[in-house]
Antibody, heavy 120, light 107 residues
């Protein structure tokens, strides 16, 4: 079964750091594109970062310079290192697989999400 | 970044109704438009990609259309399990594929 499981969320103080993990099963993360998407409480969906098969990573302007996405191929796991956290980073964080469907790259498998709360 | 604007933001309907949600892109995205459904406390689910192709397992009462900047999602006969929030999503301009703000479909 194809599955993604995120862990690592929690309550953090402003300025703190946190690392999220996303463990994949049923497929290999290094052979596909993978994204992090977040959703602030009561708000819509916002893409955070993407890692391509070659290892290149890109970030939304809102997190650039503070967040780092990586993967461990031996563990088939993605990571999101989040530094300098602010209240605006409070959200549910989802990892998602991005696959080509008739030349359209779409997020077809999502994890259940992990909640990050930044508050003093 | 390409901006995606959905309308309406919320919609009240009844079981059996036909409903249409629209999505407009700030520039042409050809047919690189996807629709997701999200229920409270759950992850989004892919419904439609490429503007009009139903993802595997999605009921045929869902349909999508449009090209360029204007797109629609139609549910032909609402079922109780369809009450959710729907998001359009452009996959034309990598890497920052953007979402619409969502349409909450309520009973």
């Amino acid at each position: 079964e194809v599955q993604l499981v995120e862990t690592g969320g929690g309550l953090m103080q402003p300025g703190g750091s946190l690392r999220l993990s996303c463990a994949a099963s049923g497929f290999t993360v290094s052979t596909t594109y993978m994204r992090w998407v977040r959703q602030a409480p009561g708000k819509g969906l916002e893409w955070v970062s993407i890692i391509y098969t070659g290892g290149d990573t890109y970030y939304a302007d809102s997190v650039k310079g503070r967040f780092t996405m990586s993967r461990d191929n031996s563990k088939n796991t993605l990571y999101l290192q989040m530094n300098s956290l602010g209240a605006e980073d409070t959200a549910v964080y989802y990892c998602a697989r991005e696959e080509p469907y008739n030349y359209h790259y779409v997020m077809d498998v999502w994890g259940q999400g992990t909640t990050v709360t930044v508050s003093s | 970044d390409i901006q995606m604007t959905q309308s309406p933001s919320s919609l009240s309907a009844s079981v059996g109704d036909r409903v249409t949600i629209t999505c407009r892109a700030s520039q042409s995205i050809r047919n690189s438009l996807n629709w997701f459904q999200q229920k409270p406390g759950k992850a989004p689910k892919l419904l439609i990609y490429g503007s009009s192709t139903l993802h595997s397992g999605v009921p045929s009462r869902f349909s999508g259309s449009g090209t360029g900047t204007d797109f629609t999602l139609t549910i032909s006969s609402l079922q109780p399990e369809d009450f959710a929030t729907y998001y359009c999503h452009q996959s034309y301009s990598p890497p920052g594929y953007t979402f619409g703000q969502g349409t909450k479909l309520e009973i």
